[in-house]
């Protein structure tokens, strides 16, 4: 399931890597930055974005090589990874994991409201 959000260090303002890309007049690569960080949660690529993706979060090629000289992206084959993602944001995997433990609660609720307690139909369900 994809993200609905991302989490956005509160230090980012002022982290040396941006402030380089400020102090180098490239403010619209770290806007590209952020939107980098929404497109992957949206899209739950871990981290990974895509060249053909760079039109959507309203970036260019010299925004992304800007990214990568700054080593907040990396390049990696068809596109970019976001240094440090799963450090930073839960991966899909663990989203996965996180949104069918909520559905199986959620069944357990339903069998025991409607069933009672004994029932355990909620069980039958992977």
Request: hydrophobic share 35%; with cysteine.
């Amino acid at each position: 399931m994809a993200l609905s959000w991302v989490r956005l260090d509160t230090g980012l303002p002022d982290h040396p890597k941006i402030l380089g890309l400020i102090g180098a007049k490239k403010h619209r690569s770290v806007l590209v930055y952020t939107f980098g960080l929404a497109y992957s949660g949206r899209h739950e690529t871990d981290g990974f974005i895509p060249k053909s993706a760079l039109p959507f979060i309203h970036a260019t090629d010299a925004d992304a090589r800007a990214l990568v000289d700054a080593r907040l992206w990396h390049h990696v084959p068809g596109g970019w990874q976001i240094n440090s993602w799963d450090e930073h944001q839960p991966t899909s995997e663990t989203s996965a994991k996180r949104v069918a433990g909520l559905k199986r609660a959620s069944r357990k609720g339903g069998c025991v409201k409607n069933h009672g307690p004994d029932c355990g139909c909620w069980k039958d369900h992977k």
